[in-house]
């Protein structure tokens, strides 16, 4: 079992800015994954944050718009940059612990 | 990529039970059948998941199709608190492999006090 801790839980931002988004995790797990979630649509994919390297990331999602760090086994961050209002969604940030998913509350973005 | 059919929406009137159907008809061997469930304005949390053998716990029960090609999450008595979107993922057995693991569109369970 894993508990994940996501903050910030909701932001407004202005056009043009970054947000980064922080996740915790409360035991190490083996893989992490960020995701976007648009009101009332189901979780898409962004990319999976390796530990030591480079995201992985799913079509249509690329480093420069959504860079991703991973330090350690425990903590990964999202950030969303040179936000647009076509960037309000909500993220979700997951860890794997071999075959379970573990969630974070995800952040609710707002940019106008 | 394994994927996962399920129906947009279901209802039940409370203290029934509940069957929620999904179609997995590209599994493959290594994959294992999860559900997971999202309440309003949380992330997803953990149901049950399964293999090959139907599985129960407090939460649920899961049946799964001799061939693996579907399943059933099954909810033995509905509550109002049951209501959420309740996904169906196959997720590989593998430690490394299986990253490209989809949430399809889920089936959003009302339940009818």
């Known amino acids: 079992s894993a508990v994940i801790s996501q903050k910030p839980s909701r932001d407004i931002c202005q056009r043009g800015t970054s947000l980064t988004i922080q996740c915790q995790v409360d035991?190490?797990?083996?893989?992490m994954f960020w995701y976007r979630q648009q009101p009332g649509q189901s979780l898409t994919l962004i990319a999976t944050a390796n530990q030591g390297s480079e995201a992985t990331y799913e079509s249509g999602f690329v480093i420069d718009k959504f860079p991703i760090s991973r330090p350690n086994l425990t903590f990964s961050t999202l950030t969303v940059s040179n936000m647009s209002p076509e960037d309000s969604s909500i993220y979700l940030c997951s860890g794997r612990i071999y075959e379970k998913l573990f969630f974070g509350s995800g952040t609710q973005l707002s940019v106008l | 990529d394994a994927k996962t059919t399920q129906p947009n929406s279901m209802e039940s009137n409370e203290e029934e039970p509940v069957h929620l159907p999904c179609n997995h008809s590209t599994i493959s061997g290594t994959d294992y059948i999860h559900w997971y469930r999202q309440l309003p304005s949380q992330g997803p949390e953990y149901v049950i998941h399964g293999l090959t053998s139907n599985v129960n716990n407090r939460m649920a029960s899961l049946a799964i199709a001799e061939d693996r090609k579907s399943s059933t999450l099954i909810l033995h008595r509905a509550t109002l608190r049951d209501a959420a979107v309740y996904y169906c993922?196959?997720?590989?057995?593998?430690?490394?492999?299986?990253?490209?693991?989809?949430f399809g569109t889920g089936t959003s369970l009302t339940v009818i006090p």
């Open positions: 993922i196959l997720i590989s057995s593998g430690p490394n492999t299986g990253n490209q693991f989809y």
């Open positions: 035991s190490q797990v083996t893989m």
